[in-house]
Structures are given as structure tokens and as C-alpha cells.
């Protein structure tokens, strides 16, 4: 129905692996920090230190991961915002 959806808005449609484990690692940093139970609702990157609201952090992952599959289907290369070279504070705060 997505995919259908989609086609009909002329948007992109990119299904992501139900493997791919968006709540275990940083959005900021892409520390992977190992599976929660349920009741985690909020967890600290042990690299950096940020503190992700589980489910907004999953959004980002999964939005990027689709942005990146997509990307790969073109020919294109998405890379992740840590694999930049990315500098600045290493405490940073995902909402």
C-alpha cells in the first residue's frame, strides 16, 4: 500500500530490512550500543554520550538507511553524517 502510495504522489519508495537495527545504534555517531529491552525508552551513546528518545532516534536511522538505499539504486553513494569527517562537541543532544 506504501509503495502504491507513493507511485501515485510521485514520492520514492525504499523498503528497509526488518533486521536493520535502527534503535541500537547513534544517529549522531553510529555507535552501534547493542539491543535494549522494550521498556528502554531512553538511552546514552557510550562513544559520545548523547542521549536518544528511542523511537526519534530509530526515525532518523531508518529515514537515512531508506535515503541510502535509494541513493545506492541510482548509482549514487549516501554516506552516513559520522562518515564525513564530522567535528564538533562530542555530547550532542537528538530530539
Known amino acids: 500500500m506504501l509503495e502504491y502510495k507513493a507511485a501515485l504522489h510521485g514520492r520514492t519508495f525504499a523498503k528497509v530490512d526488518r533486521a536493520f537495527p535502527s534503535s ?26 548523547t542521549v536518544h528518545y528511542r523511537d526519534h532516534n530509530a526515525v532518523r536511522n531508518v529515514l537515512f538507511e531508506g535515503r541510502r538505499i535509494v541513493a545506492a539504486g ?3 553513494d ?16 537528538a530530539r
Open 24 to 49: 541500537q545504534v547513534c544517529s549522531a555517531c553510529g555507535f552501534r550500543d547493542g539491543p535494549k529491552p522494550l521498556h528502554v525508552r531512553e538511552w546514552t551513546c557510550g562513544e559520545w554520550g
Open 74 to 76: 541510482r548509482g549514487g
Open 78 to 93: 549516501a554516506k552516513r553524517p559520522w562518515s564525513a569527517g564530522r567535528t564538533g562537541t562530542r555530547a550532542r543532544t
